[in-house]
């Protein structure tokens, strides 16, 4: 079983649609938990950490489920500059070892 | 701006050549990593180095070794190339806190 995983889609939706992304980890022990996104030929960048209370950005929203070990991501109000790969990430230790997700790719068409 | 560099974003090399990756970052961070990323398999960390001088292996560090002399310079090295090196090689960095790591460019290595 892989340490993190993730659905890797690709999840197709139209301009406007809201679309959710999971990601289960198997480290029970975890402590940080990261969402990157990371563009077609690009390297990744840090969306947004994702914390114990959820937490909002705009029109993302990243929650966290202990109990059940998963991550969401939901992306409302969808743009077509939002078509990209995210990526689910785990710090198991805190350390900055991070684990990487194979990572979701969204592709949001007109 | 946080900015990483990299020496190459595409490279060619014949198998068993010895490869130098070359990885700065300009924010003094002390916390510096070398990655791969392969299609299905996601990134995964070669070395990583806390400090000068210091390293530790990842999840895959068989075929590299790493080398830090300098806080903002990290580099990989692979002894005796072979094709299945053939990958995208990401360097990333962090300050101690927060936990963003912020990635160079990448470097596209072919091993033929």
């Known amino acids: 079983r892989k340490e993190v995983e993730q659905d890797p889609g690709p999840f197709n939706v139209p301009e406007g649609a809201t679309v959710a992304f999971n990601c289960t980890y198997s480290n029970s022990a975890s402590q940080s938990f990261f969402w990157y996104r990371q563009d077609c030929r690009k390297e990744p960048k840090l969306l947004m950490s994702?914390?114990?209370s959820g937490n909002e950005d705009g029109r993302f929203t990243a929650q966290l489920n202990r109990a059940s070990q998963y991550i969401s991501l939901l992306i409302r109000d969808s743009k077509l500059s939002d078509s990209a790969t995210y990526l689910c990430?785990?710090?198991?230790?805190?350390?900055?070892?991070?684990?990487f997700g194979q990572g979701t790719t969204l592709q949001v068409k007109p | 701006d946080v900015k990483v560099t990299q020496s190459s974003r595409y490279l060619v090399k014949r198998t068993g050549e010895k490869v130098f990756l070359e990885c700065v970052q300009d924010?003094?961070?002390?916390?510096m990593f070398w990655y791969r990323q392969d299609p299905g398999l996601g990134l995964r960390l070669i070395y990583f180095?806390?400090?000068?001088?210091?390293?530790e292996k990842g999840d895959i560090p068989e075929g590299y070794s790493v080398s830090r002399e300098k806080k903002e310079r990290f580099s990989l090295i692979l002894e005796s190339a072979s094709t299945n090196q053939t990958s995208m090689y990401l360097c990333?960095?962090?300050?101690?806190?927060?936990?963003?790591?912020?990635f160079g460019p990448g470097t596209r290595l072919t091993v033929t």
């Open positions: 990333a960095s962090r300050d101690g806190s927060p936990y963003e790591q912020y």
């Open positions: 180095s806390y400090d000068v001088k210091m390293k």
């Open positions: 990430v785990v710090d198991p230790g805190n350390t900055g070892k991070l684990i």
């Open positions: 924010m003094d961070h002390e916390n």
């Open positions: 994702v914390y114990s």
